[in-house]
């Protein structure tokens, strides 16, 4: 009989009934050890199954027939090994070396790149900063914000050294004024050696230098910080004018009614509106339609098919099950069906076929005036934008990329997300206060029960209460860290960028109170600052406990081992969960992904911690500069070996953690009048205490200005041209550079697994399956059907791959560590868009890297072009002649567009030109069969020479297929070995032969 095996799909194979499933098992294991053998996997000697039936675990001493098994049955196998083969190839490696790897090879389609991505070699830990660009530009700029931080740290202790030698010149005495002669160990200084403020005694010190010294490093701060922002600034000036993305044509539009169905009619709009007085020329439009109520009615033709199949064929209710089955799957008929039963949100992608369009629409109405008239409901009827139906006003701005968009979070309205929001810094508020309270009251608890700080005899019961204190707000952070990510989850942001900057912002606002604003308060009076178990001592040790514990806890690998614990405790293959897939039990054995935010909020902690105490204890921005040396290389490795590929990044988060350190620069006007006042003589306190205002106000006015007004405020060059960030290439140019899932309609849920599907099912997409490519009208005055998916692709696919060891997203929950790290397990939680969330990381990359083709070729601005390890390529290239590109004896070429009955079979076969016959050519075929072909059926096979750019330099001494040439662009349409067609000028390509 034939039954289903169901592993990452379902395979149907025939086994006999009386075989017991012992033999089974050993058949399935022969099967899966070969193919990880083939794959390259020679360590693995043998694979474990578990076979599973209607939720229950099959003993090996049952039959097929015992256990209930019938023809079409669905067996489901589980693999314990598998799961850790796929859990290893999980991590991040980097897919540009196997790409050039296959690109070396000539080898291209899925068995090879899925190959080569299980033979990536890893990154080097001390690999260039931008070779991690193809993780995203978000994480090139991470490494550097905590190397920026750490030479900063550096620098301001420079700074600090005057006050420093003012405070290491008072004698020992002059600390230990500070005590209340109580005669108690709590009642001691802390060693002179600290070197703090309170060295200089409560008398002060009538030294200038250091309320100077703090008043430089702050000017320092805010001539520095501009300058950061502007390289900031011009790196996402050179991405955009450098790399052409899907962001670069694409309009958001929010505001439309909820019955805005029609495309045709956004589209009309914004022909003849987008742009005053002039035609804009619309590609696509891409409505945001309720996912929702999509997701639902698919769960329901789930629901109903599944009780059809479980209900006998002579069930009374069978009848009734097909009607609703049928009703339910009445809306998939066609896309018009579908189109009027799916409610909108009232927002839409308008793809433009200009870049200049693209940005001349934007001045028009994305400016001051209209985000201020849109803040509000009441402020909108002032808006001077044209009205959509002469009623409706809309908001344009720029989109975000397709793959940045959480299409499913769009459904919520504009006052859901407000009280959500609100609900979020109401808890973040509440915590702190909490927070707050619990360690006053613990202080409190103490102070009554073994007497006040300064009357405790014994010093073990002092630094009970310290541990104490300092245990319980290390606890509260931890709970509230993971509580704080579930509120800002549950905030329905439009975008993962936005989404994560929400996070930054919370999280580093929760960890500043606790660790900082709550110290201060706690620690109120000056007098016990200096004394041990205060504030001084609990700074230097918190500082330092934070210095080390986090690297060890990365180098140790605590978080992989907590998770793989938990895992262990909760998965037993004996006993699996109900309905447990291959798919979903494969998830809980990759690494876990590194999320950005929190890393970045607690290197903005170290930061911070250093800057604001640095004017008491000079050391603290020291300490805190060592915490960020040993914090860039943890997070490195993190990242590079204990992490599962992560989404590209964006930049916003870096900008937004500038933003949070010109916050803390405004903190730091306030703490250095706190700290420098009581350790000043009268007249110097007065002076420091003077500086609050102006450097507390002058941080966030910069924040509020732009980049160029803030560096002519701090004395920058403001005569600088503003570069172009637009390009001459059109649309349907540039889309042939990105893979599927870059486009906006097929990371829509709605799009890619409703109407691609209904289309497709009917003949009328209009554009194609594998790529997502539009036909370009221009080129075609008959845009033709597109072609049929490849064999392996499906549709409503991104990657169009299926694997062994590839699988889908998963659930997950969070726990954590003993000190804080995060370790995840086992819980649901939407965290991408889920056309995206459920592919393979790495297939998306590589699919990424195919189609990377450089627009021009002139070499890349960081030196590529130089690198020794292409000069033998370059040297070998220059010995090759340039031959015209066409047809002559001894070239090679491609057969197509044979259509007569038999000869299809020759169509994509290479075939040698031998010399012409008339108006046709003599060719050799494979076979060694000679055949005359007409010139139309013959494409030219060329050698990729010469590209200097880091993208097209990878394709030389590559193969390719030459179309045509296009004059516009005035270069060769190509095939490359890839599948992408890209344009590549002659002088480039030579004429391959035998």
Request: proline fraction near 5%; charged fraction near 25%.
């Amino acid at each position: 009989m034939r039954i289903g095996v169901q592993l990452l799909k379902r395979m149907p194979m025939d086994f006999e009934p009386s075989e017991t499933i012992a033999r089974v098992k050993s058949k399935l294991e022969s099967i899966f050890l070969d193919q990880l053998k083939k794959q390259g996997e020679e360590d693995v000697d043998e694979v474990d199954v578990t076979l599973v039936f209607e939720g229950e675990v099959l003993e090996e001493e049952q039959t097929l027939a015992s256990a209930g098994l019938v023809e079409n049955s669905t067996l489901v196998v589980l693999s314990r090994t598998l799961a850790e083969v796929h859990g290893k190839h999980s991590g991040v490696f980097s897919v540009r070396k196997a790409f050039e790897e296959l690109a070396q090879s000539g080898h291209t389609g899925p068995e090879a790149e899925i190959q080569a991505l299980k033979t990536a070699p890893p990154f080097s830990i001390f690999c260039n900063l931008q070779e991690l660009g193809e993780l995203g530009a978000g994480w090139v700029l991470f490494f550097h914000f905590v190397r920026f931080l750490g030479i900063l740290c550096l620098f301001l202790f420079c700074l600090q050294l005057p006050s420093f030698l003012v405070f290491r010149s008072f004698p020992e005495e002059a600390l230990e004024s500070w005590r209340n002669f109580t005669h108690t160990k709590r009642d001691r200084p802390i060693r002179w050696d600290y070197i703090t403020a309170g060295n200089t005694g409560p008398q002060g010190a009538d030294s200038s230098w250091p309320w100077l010294c703090a008043l430089v490093s702050a000017l320092t701060m805010l001539v520095i910080l501009p300058q950061y922002a502007r390289w900031q600034h011009r790196l996402r000036e050179t991405l955009d004018r450098r790399q052409v993305d899907p962001d670069d044509f694409a309009l958001f539009l929010d505001g439309l009614p909820s019955d805005a169905r029609d495309e045709d009619e956004i589209k009309a709009f914004v022909e003849q509106h987008g742009r005053a007085g002039e035609h804009t020329e619309v590609v696509m439009v891409v409505i945001a339609y309720d996912m929702e109520v999509f997701q639902t009615m698919l769960s329901d033709i789930k629901e109903a098919k599944e009780e059809l199949a479980a209900c006998g064929s002579s069930a009374p209710e069978r009848g009734a099950l097909l009607e609703r089955l049928k009703e339910l799957r009445r809306p998939f008929r066609s896309s018009e069906a579908l189109r009027s039963v799916l409610p909108c949100t009232g927002q839409a992608v308008v793809i433009l076929r200009s870049q200049e369009d693209h940005r001349e629409v934007l001045e028009q109405w994305d400016n001051t005036f209209e985000w201020l008239m849109n803040l509000t409901q009441c402020l909108k009827i002032n808006s001077r934008t044209t009205r959509f139906r002469k009623r409706h006003v809309v908001r344009i701005t720029r989109a975000a990329n397709p793959s940045d968009i959480l299409w499913e979070n769009l459904t919520a309205s504009h006052q859901t997300r407000l009280w959500l929001r609100a609900k979020t810094y109401a808890f973040v508020g509440l915590t702190l206060a909490g927070c707050l309270v619990l360690v006053v009251a613990i202080n409190r608890i103490m102070d009554y029960f073994i007497g006040h700080k300064a009357d405790r005899s014994s010093g073990a019961l002092t630094t009970l209460s310290s541990l104490l204190v300092a245990f319980t707000v290390m606890g509260i952070r931890i709970w509230a860290s993971l509580s704080i990510r579930k509120q800002v989850m549950q905030q329905k942001h439009m975008t993962k960028t936005t989404r994560d900057v929400s996070l930054l912002a919370k999280l580093s606002l929760f960890y500043l109170t606790c660790y900082c604003v709550i110290a201060i308060l706690v620690n109120w009076e000056p007098s016990y600052w200096y004394m041990a178990g205060n504030l001084v001592s609990d700074i230097a040790t918190l500082m330092t406990f934070n210095c080390i514990t986090i690297p060890l806890y990365i180098i140790f690998s605590c978080r992989v081992l907590i998770r793989s614990f938990l895992r262990d405790r909760r998965l037993d293959l004996a006993n699996p969960p109900p309905k447990m897939t291959q798919n979903q039990f494969q998830t809980f054995f990759e690494l876990p992904e590194m999320d950005q935010t929190r890393p970045f909020a607690k290197v903005l902690l170290t930061f911070l911690m250093g800057f604001v105490f640095m004017p008491m204890w000079p050391y603290a921005i020291l300490i805190a500069s060592a915490a960020l040396f040993f914090e860039y290389w943890a997070y490195k490795y993190q990242l590079l070996r204990q992490s599962k590929r992560p989404y590209r990044q964006s930049v916003d988060v870096a900008h937004a953690a500038l933003r949070i350190v010109y916050i803390g620069l405004a903190g730091y006007a306030l703490t250095q009048a706190i700290f420098l006042t009581p350790s000043l003589s009268e007249d110097q306190g007065t002076w420091s205490s003077t500086l609050t205002l102006p450097l507390l106000v002058m941080p966030l006015v910069l924040l509020c200005l732009s980049i160029r007004l803030q560096r002519l405020v701090c004395g920058g060059c403001v005569f600088e041209e503003k570069g172009r960030t637009s390009t001459s290439v059109d649309y349907y140019s540039a889309q042939r550079t990105w893979a599927k899932h870059q486009k906006y309609h097929t990371t829509n849920l709605v799009y890619l697994r409703g109407f691609e599907m209904i289309d497709a099912a009917g003949k009328k997409l209009k554009y194609d399956p594998r790529t997502g490519n539009l036909p370009d009208p221009a080129s075609l005055r008959t845009p033709p059907a597109p072609p049929a998916p490849s064999e392996g692709s499906r549709l409503g696919s991104l990657t169009g791959k299926e694997d062994l060891e590839s699988g889908a997203g998963g659930s997950r929950t969070v726990e954590t560590g003993p000190d804080g790290e995060d370790s995840e397990e086992l819980e649901e939680e939407p965290e991408e868009t889920e056309a995206i969330a459920e592919e393979d990381p790495a297939a998306l990359a590589m699919e990424e890297i195919k189609h990377k083709v450089p627009w021009h070729d002139e070499g890349d601005d960081e030196g590529d072009s130089g690198d020794s390890g292409d000069s033998e390529d370059s040297e070998a290239s220059e010995e090759e002649p340039l031959e015209p590109l066409m047809l002559r004896s001894g070239v090679l070429a491609r057969i197509h567009g044979l259509q007569k009955a038999g000869a299809e079979q020759f169509n994509g076969q290479t075939c040698t030109v031998l010399q012409p016959s008339g108006e046709k050519w003599v060719v050799l075929l494979r076979d060694g069969r000679k055949a005359a072909m007409a010139v139309e059926h013959l494409q030219l096979k060329a050698k990729i020479i010469h590209l200097r750019s880091s993208q097209g330099k990878v394709y030389n001494s590559t193969i390719c297929t030459l179309l045509r040439f296009d004059r516009r662009a005035e270069k060769w349409l190509v095939e490359l070995f890839t599948g992408v067609e890209a344009h590549v000028p002659a002088e480039n390509l030579v004429p391959l032969r035998e």
